[in-house]
């Protein structure tokens, strides 16, 4: 479940591998990615999205690659037809409303057509379906997030002393005390839960997205309650795809088994995703 | 921050610790121990209807159950196993397989990977409502712990096993443990941890109805002392816990523990 791609100016790549108990038990992955982009070469659109279906729902495997997929497919839509961000520079405050606007107004689109599928002909339960949702917008001059879970995002912008910054984006708060517990696109309550955040920045030439499955090896929290991106696993990750190698499958294989190994699964032993893009 | 633009300087900057470019592994990576904990309160009777078999019985499992706990790839850097036993002596925490003084510091939980099993001797009375007490206060303090450092954690179990009726000090029958069921009760409601309660042995009826009341939705009665099987179901549930299973995933496992079939692991 994985390729590499060059589209526009980024290089994008995303693996989703099964954990550990689902490897022991012969479950599939209920984890989804996908990435898609439109526009002309000079406004280019890239969108990726990953998904983490429910554990206690019987088709989570089936709504995480239906989520990623919508999401792609409706943003891609909505953001290339959107005005271009140009002619609204003169206004920081009324742009930042327009975009998380449009990130939230086609979430609900998303959404809702999540809905509809799932519940089919009527005797579907979309609930059945139940997943999370994380989406990246990478526009021609802004990046937006916006999802429902766990999922969460890291930038790389800037440098200090020649070292590149990595930058954990905004994240909800937990929707309980308990890890294992968050909200799915199918929850009554989703709608409340939409996290949206937008970023105007140059210097952005890397960003990764992924499901919880990777929270405790890609954030850090050093002995205090606040998340940080661990610096050592975000200048692997994002190293492997600024400069590839001559095989991609052999990339792939080589990312698979981090994803895989035992020290991975030891920090969590759920469903792991990775979808990143390196500006070219 | 909904509505605005997120500016980089306004999150803390984490540099990276080595730009030195490296295509074919990822073998540089350093990982902190943050897995996501689950805290795991065994609570047990080691009082004197336990002696002899019983008592050597519970030693040998717990033995076996520490090492496929060390086995587990998942459950050995997550679960945090405490013990509590009442008997002998009164109500006493274990930190592994050292006894702690009262007011002894320190959390008695000990990472699975690194826990190995305390050695019971059966004497003494049944204090099981002090020792249930003890285990909402060491979990309530053990997330206090987890949250101050910064880690996730699932929804910590109790499991309580006993042969006998609450009794107080003196080993008379005490009804003190009628306190603990609104208690209960309430710390379940709020989902502050799931408690079962396993009445082994020769327990009577009227102690059957001492779990029932404290654990309404998991109690059971074993025949014999099948304490392997319990542990085994403590960690079947513990699996079900890291996958984010839903109550009737825990109601099934419990159901076929107490019917003694042993395919909770399918």
Same mark, same amino acid.
Request: proline share 6%; glycine share 8%.
């Given at each position: 479940?994985? @390729?590499? %791609?060059?589209?526009?100016?980024? +290089?994008?790549?995303?693996?989703? =591998?099964?954990?550990?108990?689902?490897? !022991?038990?012969?479950?599939?992955?209920?984890?989804?990615?996908?990435? @898609?982009? %439109?526009?002309?070469?000079?406004? +280019?659109?890239?969108?990726?999205? =990953?998904?983490?279906?429910?554990?206690? !729902?019987?088709?989570?495997?089936?709504?995480?690659?239906?989520?990623?997929?919508? %999401?792609?497919?409706?943003y891609t839509d909505r953001v290339a037809a959107a005005p271009p961000l140009g002619d609204r520079r003169g206004n920081l405050a009324e742009s930042a409303r327009a975009v998380h606007r449009l990130l939230a107004d086609t979430f609900h689109e998303v959404r809702d057509e999540f809905l509809d599928r799932t519940r089919g002909d009527g005797s579907g339960r979309p609930d059945d379906y139940a997943t999370t949702l994380?989406?990246?917008v990478l526009a021609p001059d802004w990046l937006g997030t916006v999802g429902v879970g766990d999922g969460f995002v890291i930038l790389r912008a800037g440098s200090e002393d020649g070292k590149p910054q990595f930058h954990l984006l905004p994240q909800p708060a937990p929707a309980s005390e308990y890890s294992n517990e968050t909200v799915f696109l199918t929850s009554p309550e989703a709608p409340d839960w939409i996290h949206t955040a937008c970023v105007r920045d140059a210097d952005v030439d890397g960003v990764f997205l992924s499901t919880d499955g990777l929270a405790q090896a890609a954030l850090s929290s050093a002995g205090n309650p606040r998340?940080?991106?661990?610096?050592?696993?975000?200048?692997?990750?994002?190293?492997?795809?600024?400069?590839?190698?001559?095989?991609?499958?052999?990339?792939?294989?080589?990312?698979?088994?981090?994803?895989r190994s035992d020290r991975l699964t030891a920090l969590n032993a759920d469903d792991k995703t990775l979808l990143r893009a390196v500006r070219r | 921050?909904?509505?605005?633009?997120?500016?980089?300087?306004?999150?803390?900057?984490?540099?990276?610790?080595?730009?030195?470019?490296?295509?074919?592994?990822?073998?540089?990576?350093?990982?902190?121990?943050?897995?996501q904990r689950l805290p795991l309160v065994l609570c047990l009777d080691t009082s004197s209807s336990m002696a002899g078999l019983p008592i050597s019985t519970l030693n040998d499992a717990m033995r076996?159950?520490?090492q496929e706990l060390h086995d587990d790839v998942s459950l050995s850097a997550s679960v945090e196993v405490a013990v509590i036993t009442f008997g002998g002596i009164g109500v006493r925490a274990w930190r592994g397989p050292q006894m702690l003084?009262?007011?002894?510091?320190?959390?008695?939980?000990?990472?699975?990977?690194?826990?190995?099993?305390?050695?019971?001797?059966?004497?003494?009375?049944?204090?099981?409502?002090?020792?249930?007490?003890?285990?909402?206060?060491?979990?309530?303090?053990?997330?206090?712990?987890?949250?101050?450092a910064g880690l996730q954690y699932y929804r910590p179990q109790i499991c309580l096993m006993t042969d006998g009726l609450p009794t107080d000090t003196e080993g008379q029958l005490s009804d003190s443990w009628h306190r603990l069921g609104p208690v209960l009760a309430a710390e379940q409601e709020k989902r502050h941890f799931r408690?079962?309660?396993?009445?082994?042995?020769?327990?009577?009826?009227?102690g059957l109805d001492v779990l029932r009341a404290l654990a309404p939705a998991f109690h059971a009665h074993l025949h014999g002392f099948p304490f392997k099987q319990l542990l085994a179901m403590m960690s079947a549930s513990a699996n079900a816990e890291q996958?984010?299973?839903?109550?009737?995933?825990?109601e099934k496992i419990f159901h076929q523990f107490r019917t003694q079939r042993s395919a909770w692991e399918s």
């Amino acid at each position: 479940m994985a @390729a590499a %791609a060059r589209r526009g100016t980024w +290089r994008t790549h995303g693996i989703s =591998v099964e954990g550990y108990r689902h490897r !022991r038990e012969g479950l599939p992955c209920q984890d989804a990615w996908h990435e @898609a982009s %439109a526009g002309p070469a000079n406004a +280019r659109v890239t969108v990726l999205a =990953v998904a983490d279906g429910a554990g206690s !729902r019987p088709y989570s495997d089936q709504g995480s690659k239906l989520a990623v997929r919508l %999401a792609t497919a409706y943003y891609t839509d909505r953001v290339a037809a959107a005005p271009p961000l140009g002619d609204r520079r003169g206004n920081l405050a009324e742009s930042a409303r327009a975009v998380h606007r449009l990130l939230a107004d086609t979430f609900h689109e998303v959404r809702d057509e999540f809905l509809d599928r799932t519940r089919g002909d009527g005797s579907g339960r979309p609930d059945d379906y139940a997943t999370t949702l994380t989406v990246v917008v990478l526009a021609p001059d802004w990046l937006g997030t916006v999802g429902v879970g766990d999922g969460f995002v890291i930038l790389r912008a800037g440098s200090e002393d020649g070292k590149p910054q990595f930058h954990l984006l905004p994240q909800p708060a937990p929707a309980s005390e308990y890890s294992n517990e968050t909200v799915f696109l199918t929850s009554p309550e989703a709608p409340d839960w939409i996290h949206t955040a937008c970023v105007r920045d140059a210097d952005v030439d890397g960003v990764f997205l992924s499901t919880d499955g990777l929270a405790q090896a890609a954030l850090s929290s050093a002995g205090n309650p606040r998340q940080e991106p661990n610096a050592s696993f975000a200048t692997a990750v994002f190293r492997s795809l600024d400069n590839p190698g001559p095989d991609p499958e052999e990339d792939n294989a080589a990312l698979a088994n981090l994803l895989r190994s035992d020290r991975l699964t030891a920090l969590n032993a759920d469903d792991k995703t990775l979808l990143r893009a390196v500006r070219r | 921050m909904a509505g605005s633009w997120w500016d980089r300087d306004r999150s803390q900057d984490h540099t990276a610790p080595n730009p030195n470019v490296r295509h074919d592994a990822y073998a540089d990576i350093d990982f902190e121990n943050n897995a996501q904990r689950l805290p795991l309160v065994l609570c047990l009777d080691t009082s004197s209807s336990m002696a002899g078999l019983p008592i050597s019985t519970l030693n040998d499992a717990m033995r076996m159950w520490a090492q496929e706990l060390h086995d587990d790839v998942s459950l050995s850097a997550s679960v945090e196993v405490a013990v509590i036993t009442f008997g002998g002596i009164g109500v006493r925490a274990w930190r592994g397989p050292q006894m702690l003084a009262p007011g002894q510091p320190g959390t008695p939980f000990v990472p699975a990977h690194a826990f190995h099993a305390p050695q019971f001797e059966a004497a003494g009375v049944t204090l099981l409502t002090e020792a249930l007490d003890m285990a909402m206060q060491i979990v309530a303090e053990r997330k206090q712990e987890l949250r101050a450092a910064g880690l996730q954690y699932y929804r910590p179990q109790i499991c309580l096993m006993t042969d006998g009726l609450p009794t107080d000090t003196e080993g008379q029958l005490s009804d003190s443990w009628h306190r603990l069921g609104p208690v209960l009760a309430a710390e379940q409601e709020k989902r502050h941890f799931r408690l079962y309660a396993i009445g082994v042995g020769g327990i009577s009826q009227q102690g059957l109805d001492v779990l029932r009341a404290l654990a309404p939705a998991f109690h059971a009665h074993l025949h014999g002392f099948p304490f392997k099987q319990l542990l085994a179901m403590m960690s079947a549930s513990a699996n079900a816990e890291q996958k984010g299973a839903g109550d009737e995933v825990f109601e099934k496992i419990f159901h076929q523990f107490r019917t003694q079939r042993s395919a909770w692991e399918s």
